[in-house]
């Protein structure tokens, strides 16, 4: 796992102060080069838990959020979940990078403290997990079912080409999405790793030259995946890129620019179409920021652990998952329903196109 420019930055968490109510920690990318879901993960949280608070709180007590940052680095994340384990914190809502939330959320399971995350998809989170451990959005087998099939669909007579980060959300979503277009029939003509961080990928795109890749499916990141989209441009080689929930960003384009046009990607149906998010969506673009990405995911994640709290009348991170797993909860994602092992039931992943620096859901 690549160390991130980070990893030494400090972090930001404060000690809880006596008088606090109900604990919750919020973790994620605060710096380093995925800081933009960080930022995300933070709004959404902050917003949730001034929204909660300002209806009463939870059984007549308030909120306190404290944010800690792991900027991506599975090390840090594991340092600061201990230091949420020793200042009391028993909700945790956080870790955008699965390779982060994996080895934290043993933490939380030995500490008995609740976690749910916003944004982590690995399967291996919720598979290898026991009791305490969520999340809201989907899972990368699920993706990579999506992104396969599209790609069977629309794509079938071209030559594919795959790429990841090695990392646990990139290598995990192409392998997801291998295992599709591999039963479907396509096989693919390249599956290649590239290093995170850098800044020059002419050996990979030789690579699909060589092999006269038509189509890209990538597992990684927007910071390489926009880069790699304008050294193609560059280069003069016309593939069809094809990413995951990790490129639903505005920043995207911003390293891609026009080079991005017509890239595809999966994420959820967007949470801003809700009905149940109009409040916190005007309440978020009154403050200036537009709710992208997991914003509003973040504070369904909130959203999910006080309503637990409120119905079984106490803090207990055991109590809280056991009614999150036999009840409904009503969010800003609409009313979420978890299995037995932490995943939300249903989860949908749709395809969406950028186009002239905004992105769009396909068949809108």
Known sequence: MKKFLFVFAAILFMTLPAHADIAIGLVGPLTGQYA??????????????????????????KLVLHSADD????KQAVTVANQMASNGVKFVIGHYCSGSAIPASKVYMEEGMLYISPAATNPKLTDDAKDLIFRVCGRDDRQ????????????HDKKVAIAHDNSAYGHGLAEETKKVLNAGGINE?????????????????????????????????????????????????????????ALMTDEFWSISGPAG?????????????????????????????????????????VQAVAEGIRRVGSPDPMKVAADLRKSQTKTVLGTLSFDAKGDIIGPAYVLYRWHDGKYKEIGE
């Open 36 to 61: 933009v879901f960080g930022e995300q993960m933070r709004r959404g949280a902050e917003q949730a838990v001034a929204d909660i608070n300002a209806m009463g709180g939870v059984n007549g007590e």
């Open 71 to 74: 900027a991506c680095d599975p």
């Open 144 to 155: 990579g079912s999506v992104l396969g099939n599209y790609v069977l669909q629309h794509f």
């Open 189 to 245: 003509v390249a599956f290649e790793a590239y290093t995170p961080g850098e800044r020059d990928y002419s050996s990979l795109i030789s690579k699909l030259k060589q092999v006269d890749a038509q189509v890209l499916l990538i597992g990684g990141y927007h910071t390489e995946t926009g880069l790699i989209a304008r050294q193609l441009k560059e280069q003069g080689a016309h593939i069809q890129i094809i990413g995951g929930d």
């Open 261 to 301: 046009e017509g890239v595809l990607m999966t994420f959820g149906p967007d949470p801003r179409n809700r009905p149940d998010a109009k409040t916190a969506l005007d309440t978020l673009r009154k403050s200036g920021y537009e709710p992208e990405g997991y914003t509003l995911y973040t504070y369904a994640a």
